[in-house]
């Protein structure tokens, strides 16, 4: 009865606000490991059979207009894997499909003569979206935490200080991520994807 | 009492591959024009086991690992599903070879993935063709009944992947936090949740609410179905439906959290398998969330409004569905 109690009240709480956020350590560790940061559009789709027709990988071609980080020319493709060929769909659960027109940042990485792959999968994707309200080609930010805090930050949904930005609010972000010293990481051990 | 209060912050959310009007805690795909569920339609399920261990991890104990995982889904009670183990290979997953495979493999570009789910399909008809399983061979896999430090839960993985494999997205049923070095779960209150707890512990290996809910509403019989109910409804901004919302039913006698998603543009949900009885409904965005692990990109997600509950309690009848419930948002 007790618990039954706690969860009605809970359910009706705000939770408090973390106003000293700045910049998110999880997009920190994008920026900086990510070895192409690009904001382009998607300008052609194609999935091809790969490994001797074993299985089949989306090439996606990338209209770059300003690189973040790194460069790969003015157009370039990445794999995500996947794809459709004839009457056979390959679905990868939890992998980002793109279609011709997408408006993205991306986070790239490289791995010797492959097609780049996006970094951590979905989570190396920004989609720019017209906002429903103002019309305004906006993004939705990642989670903040302040820079140098030594506390966790409860990420709460519907927080009214994280709203759709502008792309140039985004750009200054990684910008500001790029500038600071580098972030000691603990790779692979939290945050995996599933 | 602190897990406790964690746990009942986290308010559910389900995840749809492809938007569908009804496609609640279902993976859906384009058939003909027309969104379908991905279920399958003969059982039992024959799958092949890759005859590869890694480190910590035989074969044949990952064999019995999978052979577990499948009978936690099995024995949920009022569904009919089944699963047979067909043999080793040396085939591995993800490969389109008509098989359904479960096992390990190393890719270096699925750097921060533990584990993966996929399917072929066949558009014209809608069946499965098959549905391999991937582990990342790259981690360090424990199968310990209380788990190892800095090694993931084999058994907690598998069971996320299998439910994938029957046809459950992913569900937003989880709470996080930021700190230095990452993202850290702190609370799941579902299984389908889609990023996995820290390495070291086995709390992911217990079905929740939401997951048994979804798993009924692909599965259940006809006769237990009509034991339970659902909700359908709208979540509207300013009048205009908004999509990708993600709604949480709250059952005030039992503590139970299932969630679902408004899949269509006029921001209309349906959340199946409910309890009998009184249920608290809220709408909150998923703004804290790679959507793309969750929804399609042709779905024009609004993630720009403050979580709100509806302004009635909803009483879901035994076999039937509370409809027309509103929920009126507000933009941060």
Known sequence: MRRIALSVVLLFVTMPLHATVLLPIEFRELVTTAPVIVHGQVVDVRSEWVDGRRAVETFVTVEAAEYLKGNLGESFVFKVPGGQIGRYRTVFVGAPAFQTGDEVVLFLKTDGPSFPFLVGLSQGVFRIVTDTQSGRRVVTPPALVGVNSADAVRVVRGNPARRPVAIDVFRDAVHRALSEEPVVRRVLREGAMR | ?332
């Open chain 2, 1 to 332: 009492m602190r897990r406790s209060a964690s746990i009942l912050v986290c308010l559910a959310c389900i995840a749809a591959f492809a938007p569908g009007l009804d496609a609640y805690l279902k993976l859906g795909t384009r058939v003909s024009g027309r969104t379908v569920s991905l279920e399958w339609k003969q059982f039992p399920i024959r799958y092949f086991v890759m005859n590869r261990g890694v480190p910590g991890v035989t074969p044949n104990q990952f064999l019995n690992t999978i052979i577990h995982a499948f009978s936690v889904w099995e024995s949920v009670e009022g569904v009919s599903l089944s699963s047979q183990f067909a043999g080793f290979t040396s085939a591995a997953p993800l490969d389109d070879d008509s098989v359904s495979v479960v096992g390990f493999v190393n890719r270096p570009d699925l750097d921060r993935v533990l584990g993966s789910t996929s399917f072929t399909i066949d558009v014209v008809t809608g069946e499965v063709v098959e549905s391999d399983i991937f582990f990342n061979a790259n981690f360090q896999w424990s199968l310990a009944d209380t788990g190892e430090a800095d090694r993931f839960d084999l058994e907690s993985i598998a069971l996320h992947e299998i439910g994938h494999l029957h046809g459950l997205g992913h569900s937003a049923l989880g709470e996080t936090e930021l700190r230095a070095g990452g993202r850290r779960v702190l609370s799941a209150e579902a299984v389908m949740f889609p990023i996995a707890f820290s390495a070291g512990t086995t709390l992911g290996r217990t079905l929740r609410a939401d997951d048994i809910a979804g798993i009924r509403d692909l599965y259940a019989t006809d006769a237990f179905r009509q034991t339970t109910g659902s909700i359908s409804g709208r979540v509207t901004k300013n009048g205009v439906g908004v999509a990708g919302a993600h709604v949480v039913a709250f059952n005030p006698a039992n503590g139970k959290l299932v969630g679902g998603f408004t899949l269509s543009d006029d921001g209309s949900f349906v959340i199946a398998g409910l309890d009998p009885g009184p249920q608290v409904l809220r709408a909150e965005p998923l703004d804290d969330a790679d959507i793309d692990s969750f929804f399609d990109p042709s779905l024009n997600v609004d993630v720009n409004f403050k979580p709100a509950f509806s302004t009635r309690l909803v009483v879901v009848p035994r076999g039937g569905t509370a409809r027309n419930v509103e929920i009126n948002v507000v933009a941060k």
